[in-house]
């Protein structure tokens, strides 16, 4: 799984670098400004995938996280090739919001690695997947300009397509998850919000949902904004894409790192404790860069704060396991896929209006106060997993698993 999410992240991250020069070049058909169609590029995906993901998290509990995983690649593979063909900026961002509706390989992942995974080392193992998704995020951008800029636009779709097929084998071939369905009394028709309302209702995991939105929300509306204030640092233009993507590699590199070290770490002391120092971290890095006045400062600030959010991430997605029962995998990832999707949908938006309002520097005092609200919330709040909760052993090993 390791290795189908980077391939997986890789083929995603391949077309964002370019994706509103895609729309520029295709045009549209109805007479609507082009920056409206390449902002609805970005959040069209989003929106669709935050109706969808919960729908899938319950599927992938009644009928297995493999098979959804395999759903997710296979059906991304299919309709990013499709994109390589689009001829306007509405065919594209409706196969755009397709996408959304049929892939989200990353809850999927999580769902399945939760469910096989010995709990006692859950943040160790979400902090693998971490780390297959940042390193993918981290070469997909330069490999898709590099492709661009030598094949046209369309190839870096093609590749992306290969790629994801290619993770979906591997999850096909590699991964036996040994699922058993759930007993069910005949008749009995599954209940979609009765199992969402379940979990939002057990201690820990509505607050746990509220920091994830927090926290991809206060990383999210910063990004927008890096290479304005990157240009505004260098009192020029040339290289300011350069020295922006050192910037977000650096970010992303640090990230992984402290996705590992922080989320075993987690397992053996406490994850809400790396959560809330973590927060801290964050909120001590974020604060300062309002002040840089060159861009070798915000490169080291970002490059601490990269680590102290790679750590928050699979620190948060262990909480959500151990807050709720064995089975249930898919639908809290499923719900919080959608509740990270409701943030990248909205932190543009909220990242543009703070910037015309205080400023690019006012940005980065917001993201620090966010994070400080996470910090508060999960040290007042946020209750201690109990570690008496039985182990994940509802669903039978068959003859052969691994």
Not at 133 to 154: E, K, N, Q, T, Y
Not at 300 to 320: D, H, K, N, R
Not at 369 to 375: A, E
Request: one cysteine or more; aromatic letters at 10%.
């Amino acid at each position: 799984m390791f290795f189908a999410q980077f391939v997986s992240a890789t083929g995603f991250s391949i077309i964002f670098p370019f994706l509103p020069l895609y729309v520029q070049s295709l045009g549209t058909e109805t007479g609507i400004s082009i920056e409206f169609w390449a902002g609805m590029v970005f959040s069209s995906q989003a929106i669709t995938m935050m109706i969808a993901s919960p729908i899938w998290g319950a599927l992938a509990d009644r009928h297995g996280r493999k098979l959804m995983a395999e759903r997710a690649m296979f059906g991304g593979s299919l309709i990013i090739l499709l994109m390589a063909f689009a001829r306007s900026a509405e065919e594209l961002v409706l196969l755009r919001t397709v996408q959304g509706l049929i892939t989200g390989t990353i809850p999927a992942a999580n769902a399945l690695v939760a469910a096989v995974a010995p709990r006692e080392r859950l943040g160790y193992a979400m902090g693998m997947l971490q780390v297959g998704f940042r390193s993918g995020i981290a070469a997909g951008p330069l490999l898709g300009g590099v492709l661009a800029d030598s094949f046209g636009f369309r190839a870096p779709f093609v590749i992306t397509a290969i790629l994801l097929f290619i993770a979906g084998v591997l999850v096909l071939l590699g991964v036996r998850e040994g699922f058993t369905p759930p007993d069910r009394a005949p008749g009995v028709r599954l209940n979609l919000f009765a199992g969402w309302r379940h979990i939002l209702v057990l201690p820990g995991t509505a607050l746990t949902f509220g920091l994830s939105f927090l926290l991809w929300l206060g990383q999210s509306m910063v990004w927008p904004i890096a290479p304005l204030f990157v240009e505004q640092l260098m009192h020029q233009r040339a290289h300011v894409a350069t020295t922006t993507g050192l910037i977000v590699g650096l970010y992303s590199a640090t990230g992984t790192a402290g996705a590992v070290y922080l989320g075993r770490m987690g397992d053996r002391l406490s994850h809400r404790r790396i959560l809330i120092g973590s927060a801290l971290v964050a909120v001590l890095c974020y604060l300062p860069q309002s002040l840089v006045t060159a861009a070798w400062q915000l490169l080291l600030l970002q490059a601490v704060t990269g680590a102290a959010v790679g750590g928050m991430i699979p620190t948060l997605s262990a909480l959500l396991v151990q807050y709720t029962r064995p089975g249930e995998e898919g639908n809290v990832y499923g719900l919080d896929s959608s509740v990270t999707s409701a943030a990248r949908a909205v932190a543009p938006l909220v990242g543009a209006g703070l910037a015309i309002v205080f400023g690019l520097r006012g940005i980065f005092l917001a993201a620090g106060g966010v994070f400080l609200v996470i910090m508060l919330m999960a040290s007042v709040w946020l209750p201690e997993p109990d570690p008496q909760r039985p182990a994940q052993v509802t669903e039978s090993k068959q003859p052969g698993d691994e």
